[in-house]
T-cell receptor
Framework: DTEVTQTPKHLVMGMTNKKSLKCEQHMGHRAMYWYKQKAKKPPELMFVYSYEKLSINESVPSRFSPECPNSSLLNLHLHALQPEDSALYLC??????????????FGPGTRLLVL | QQQVKQSPQSLIVQKGGISIINCAYENTAFDYFPWYQQFPGKGPALLIAIRPDVSEKKEGRFTISFNKSAKQFSLHIMDSQPGDSATYFCAASRVGQFYFGTGTSLTVIP
């Protein structure tokens, strides 16, 4: 099973709402990633978790708050977002961060619209 | 600063032809160079990847050529098919930090 699942598929939220995105994998991977992808643009790395600890934060605004409750789950908590945060949010996982473990498997993404 | 530059932005190829997409990078610390294929509404999927100590890697119809001294790498799709029509991204990585190229929209016409 090489599947990464993401819920919800679509999300519409107002600027004062609080919502969460969820990502799950059962491949035994110990690294998980959040990316943001705007239309016709490449994915941009937001956060990387390794062994449930935050390893990389690419200077993401604090209105995005990641959480890795266990090795299979990754959440992204959203609060007070702006319309420019509307994008496809992609989750990925890999065996780890070291050489030979980098192959990433992406989920289908959550399409977020902030009104 | 764009860590990985990709060209062309779009590409139209006849069925059976060769599609070639080029990427260039600056940071010599990168040690893993994957190519991804993305269809509309889907997440990227890994096609093929290479390390800088290898000059070429082939998997089926997909070949990566890597020129370490020039800091360039390219994807060749042989015998291109309409089903290959998608957006292709190159990327460069080191220790979990992935930087993607700007993407190439490939259209293969029958």
């Amino acid at each position: 099973d090489t599947e990464v699942t993401q819920t919800p598929k679509h999300l519409v939220m107002g600027m004062t709402n609080k919502k969460s995105l969820k990502c799950e994998q059962h491949m035994g991977h110990r690294a998980m990633y959040w990316y943001k992808q705007k239309a016709k643009k490449p994915p941009e790395l937001m956060f990387v978790y390794s062994y449930e600890k935050l390893s990389i934060n690419e200077s993401v605004p604090s209105r995005f708050s990641p959480e890795c409750p266990n090795s299979s789950l990754l959440n992204l908590h959203l609060h007070a977002l702006q319309p420019e945060d509307s994008a496809l949010y992609l989750c990925a996982s890999s065996q780890g961060l070291t050489r030979g473990q980098e192959t990433q498997y992406f989920g289908p993404g959550t399409r977020l619209l902030v009104l | 600063q764009q860590q990985v530059k990709q060209s062309p932005q779009s590409l139209i190829v006849q069925k059976g032809g060769i599609s070639i997409i080029n990427c260039a990078y600056e940071n010599t610390a990168f040690d893993y160079f994957p190519w991804y294929q993305q269809f509309p509404g889907k997440g990227p999927a890994l096609l093929i990847a290479i390390r800088p100590d290898v000059s070429e890697k082939k998997e089926g119809r997909f070949t990566i050529s890597f020129n370490k001294s020039a800091k360039q790498f390219s994807l060749h799709i042989m015998d291109s098919q309409p089903g290959d029509s998608a957006t292709y991204f190159c990327a460069a990585s080191r220790v979990g930090q992935f930087y993607f190229g700007t993407g190439t929209s490939l259209t293969v016409i029958p």
